[in-house]
T-cell receptor
Framework: EDQVTQSPEALRLQEGESSSLNCSYTVSGLRGLFWYRQDPGKGPEFLFTLYSAGEEKEKERLKATLTKKESFLHITAPKPEDSATYLCAVQANEYSGAGSYQLTFGKGTKLSVIP | DTGVSQDPRHKITKRGQNVTFRCDPISEHNRLYWYRQTLGQGPEFLTYFQNEAQLEKSRLLSDRFSAERPKGSFSTLEIQRTEQGDSAMYLC????????????FGEGSRLTVL
């Protein structure tokens, strides 16, 4: 069974204080790993897709990286508007035996950036 | 393009009643998904449609849940004989191949079962 574990559950940063969020995953065959951002009362918003170990993606103050067992979301010099819950999800490939179109999400990391 | 639209946004019902949620995906997206999210948890997959065909359904999905997507456009999710454990946010998402994991989510329909 695919599993995604995110840490920490909550993170409180001062504005400008860089940090990283962790996503550890177990999947029989990885098709892709995804990062989403979710604001309170809203649906998740897509951020990044990573397909293979060593891959990196960047968007503004966010950078996502991938190894064979985990992914990191690095936040550089965060601003209060970066406050949200960040969700990690994996998608198994068609050879895993599980449905290949479903995403398995972690519980998320709730990030608060204090001015 | 107005994004994924869900209706109603909030529904309060009594235990044992039936409820139905509607989702209108982004018009050119042929893939549609339903997820459920409870407080403090990540979204949990329920079911997936490609056009009008329901191709995947969670093994955890009770027989009280049914989803349709007639004509491959909007979709409905019906919950029969609701239970308090059904209280959750029901999220609809759509996507267009080949980006299978890049989902566009709606704002969700929040269900409260009393």
């Amino acid at each position: 069974e695919d599993q995604v574990t995110q840490s920490p559950e909550a993170l409180r940063l001062q504005e400008g204080e860089s940090s990283s969020l962790n996503c550890s995953y177990t999947v029989s065959g990885l098709r892709g790993l995804f990062w989403y951002r979710q604001d309170p009362g809203k649906g998740p918003e897509f951020l990044f897709t990573l397909y293979s170990a060593g891959e990196e993606k960047e968007k503004e103050r966010l950078k996502a990286t991938l190894t064979k067992k985990e992914s990191f979301l690095h936040i550089t010099a965060p601003k209060p508007e970066d406050s949200a819950t960040y969700l990690c999800a994996v998608q198994a490939n068609e050879y895993s035996g599980a449905g290949s179109y479903q995403l398995t999400f972690g519980k998320g990391t709730k990030l608060s950036v204090i001015p | 393009d107005t994004g994924v639209s869900q209706d109603p946004r909030h529904k309060i019902t009594k235990r044992g009643q039936n409820v139905t949620f509607r989702c209108d995906p982004i018009s050119e997206h042929n893939r549609l998904y339903w997820y459920r999210q409870t407080l403090g948890q990540g979204p949990e997959f329920l079911t997936y449609f490609q056009n009008e065909a329901q191709l995947e359904k969670s093994r955890l999905l009770s027989d009280r849940f049914s989803a349709e997507r007639p004509k491959g456009s909007f979709s409905t999710l019906e919950i029969q004989r609701t239970e308090q454990g059904d209280s959750a946010m029901y999220l609809c998402a759509s996507s267009y191949p080949p980006e299978g994991g890049e989902l566009f989510f709606g704002e969700g329909s929040r269900l409260t079962v009393l």
